[in-house]
């Protein structure tokens, strides 16, 4: 089956300080992969996405590039801000899940906190 | 704007109580998701629904249960046979290709 396995938290770490939160993945067929962040109390918001090898997703100075021959798609920041302190989940949605539908595997998530 | 609605933010269950949890979007979407969330273990399936009136149990459905009798419809029971129901439940839709979920803000359940 397919599975998501990110790095553990909670990481600590100062401001402007450089980002690397690791994600590896095992899927049947060929996956979509997503960052998700989670802001305390509330609910998961997509960060970014890839939908084929070697595609490069990025948004507010965050980027993960999928690459297929190792599996990865690690998440990645140059220089986090206190406002960047959340959870990041790693997940693939692979259209051989069964049934023909396009679940979301998750990896257990990694806390951030970034301190001034 | 578009999105997703639960509701209550916060719920409380008496023992031997079936609570029931609301989700609704207005995004026009064909698939609708729940999620069991717990510290540590990220998120777990509990059931899903491609369409009206069908849904499918996911990895942890025993002592839930569901309905899609609307599109912009699913929402969730906690019956009194889930005998650990304190979680972070989430919700969330998806159009019918492979595109990313979107989630709702997601409904705390305790124990009384």
């Known amino acids: 089956g397919n599975s998501v396995t990110q790095m553990e938290g909670p990481v600590t770490l100062s401001e402007e300080a450089f980002l690397t939160i690791n994600c590896t993945y095992t899927?049947?067929?060929?996956?979509?992969l997503f960052w998700y962040v989670q802001y305390p109390g509330e609910g998961l918001q997509l960060l970014l996405k890839a939908t084929k090898a070697d595609d490069k997703g990025s948004n507010k100075g965050f980027e993960a590039t999928y690459r297929k021959e190792t599996t990865s798609f690690h998440l990645e920041k140059g220089s986090v801000q206190v406002s960047d302190s959340a959870v990041y989940f790693c997940?693939?949605?692979?259209?051989?899940?069964?049934?023909?539908?396009?679940?979301?595997?998750f990896g257990k998530g990694t806390k951030l906190s970034v301190i001034p | 704007d578009g999105g997703i609605t639960q509701s209550p933010k916060y719920l409380f269950r008496k023992e031997g109580q079936n609570v029931t949890l609301s989700c609704e979007q207005n995004l026009n979407h064909d698939a609708m998701y729940w999620y069991r969330q717990d510290p540590g273990q990220g998120l777990r399936l509990i059931y899903y629904s491609q369409i009206v009136n069908d849904f499918q149990k996911g990895d942890i459905a025993e002592g839930y249960s569901v309905s899609r009798e609307k599109k912009e419809s699913f929402p969730l029971t906690v019956t009194s046979a889930q005998k650990n129901p304190t979680a972070f439940y989430l919700c969330?839709?998806?159009?019918?290709?492979?595109?990313?979920?979107?989630f709702g803000d997601g409904t705390r359940l305790s124990i009384l």
């Open positions: 899927a049947t067929g060929y996956p979509s």
């Open positions: 997940a693939l949605s692979d259209s051989w899940s069964g049934a023909g539908s396009y679940q979301l595997t």
């Open positions: 969330a839709s998806q159009p019918r290709d492979n595109q990313p979920q979107h």
